[in-house]
């Protein structure tokens, strides 16, 4: 088990900054923000170019991204493995995770429905 957090260490300090961007420039798309400085930014998110036909993605970028992304769902894999395994209670961490899927289920379930 200590090999799995020391995977889920690195892989962690390696991705955090740029999971930390996707989840803030997801933030400002969420709420419609919108400035020529966060539409340029967003373009790293998005893979997409602007109407003007610039944009900050590239190649390299987008296969560091999916790196990220295999990487992501491991270390969130291993994080729960650990959370059952050393929590104080398996119980709680499973209806953390059951809330976790329903929560949002029933936000667009309401959604689809009215």
């Given at each position: 088990?200590?090999?799995?957090?020391?995977?889920?260490?690195?892989?962690?300090?390696?991705?955090?900054?740029?999971?930390?961007f996707f989840a803030l420039s997801g933030i400002w798309q969420t709420l419609g923000i919108k400035t020529p400085l966060l539409r340029l930014i967003a373009t790293i998110h998005t893979s997409h170019e602007l109407k003007s036909g610039g944009g900050l993605s590239s190649f390299s970028l987008k296969v560091f991204v999916l790196i990220m992304t295999v990487s992501f769902i491991i270390m969130t894999i291993l994080g729960i493995v650990m959370a059952v395994k050393y929590g104080r209670s398996r119980w709680v961490v499973y209806g953390c995770l059951v809330f976790g899927v329903l929560f949002p289920l029933v936000l667009v379930l309401i959604r689809m429905f009215t």
């Open positions: 088990m200590q090999k799995l957090r020391s995977i889920h260490l690195y892989l962690g300090c390696v991705f955090a900054p740029l999971l930390l």
